[in-house]
């Protein structure tokens, strides 16, 4: 029993890291990051020590415009859906022929959608909507 709760742990961690995690800081990352001085994925300076920061060696440190426009380019790219994406609880292939396994299958199908909705009437309340962690919006894998 010990080792089933493990390897069920570990099938767990490992299918959350690639669905769910990813999902949540991937596909948000465009809406931060296209506004430079929030994310700026280049900096012309080294980090300033204490005492040494000041509005000109800010201004400084910031990307220029074409060093911004690659940054956006390829996170815009990196953020968005694959043509070919499955989302979670998508089954595109027979992969189980057990009634047992279909039955659990379909089973977590059901649960996402309800938690779909529930995270839907959530969002409706929301003066922004998070989206990325609707389980029809999370991939069921990494797709680069």
Not at 5 to 25: G, K, R, W
Not at 90 to 98: D, G
Request: proline share 6%; hydrophobic share 35%.
């Amino acid at each position: 029993m010990f080792v089933k709760y493990f390897q069920i742990e570990l099938c767990t961690i490992v299918i959350t890291t690639s669905s769910v995690q990813h999902s949540a800081v991937n596909f948000g990352q465009y809406e931060t990051s296209k506004y430079a001085p929030n994310y700026p994925g280049i900096m012309n300076m080294p980090p300033h020590k204490r005492g040494e920061g000041s509005m000109e060696r800010i201004m400084q440190s910031l990307p220029d415009n074409n060093q911004i426009f690659g940054v956006i380019a390829l996170v815009y790219a990196l953020s968005k859906y694959s043509d070919s994406e499955e989302f979670l609880g998508e089954v595109n292939e027979l992969w189980f022929h057990e009634e047992k396994a279909i039955a659990i299958q379909e089973k977590f199908q059901d649960e996402l959608k309800k938690l779909d909705e529930e995270l839907k009437t959530r969002n409706s309340k929301k003066t922004r909507p998070y989206l990325h962690q609707l389980p029809s919006n999370v991939p069921n894998s990494i797709a680069i």
